[in-house]
């Protein structure tokens, strides 16, 4: 048998199952940005998926607040980038 870690995050009515305990920091991170409020919960969850595959992509050594609050930032913007094209554009104005 498995051992398997599982994060659990309660948000309104709703309950939220993620694998990885960066995945309940993201989620948290963008209901501070309003994400949920300007666009959906289903938006939320999809910046959750594209900030997290960035971080776990990401070769350096990713500091995952701002990553988060700058996607949620410029969510209109970098929602349908590829994932390095976000990490270059997050590091550029990040330095």
Not at 43 to 67: F, I, M, Q, W
């Amino acid at each position: 048998m498995e051992n398997k870690i599982s994060f659990q995050v309660m948000y309104g009515k709703h309950t939220y199952n993620f694998n990885y305990g960066s995945e309940a920091y993201i989620f948290h991170t963008g209901i501070y940005n309003d994400m949920d409020k300007k666009y959906s919960l289903k938006v939320l969850l999809e910046y959750v998926a594209l900030t997290h595959e960035c971080y776990l992509k990401d070769s350096n050594r990713t500091p995952l607040g701002a990553l988060a609050d700058y996607i949620a930032t410029n969510w209109k913007d970098v929602k349908d980038f590829g994932r390095y094209d976000i990490l270059d554009k997050f590091y550029l104005q990040y330095d």
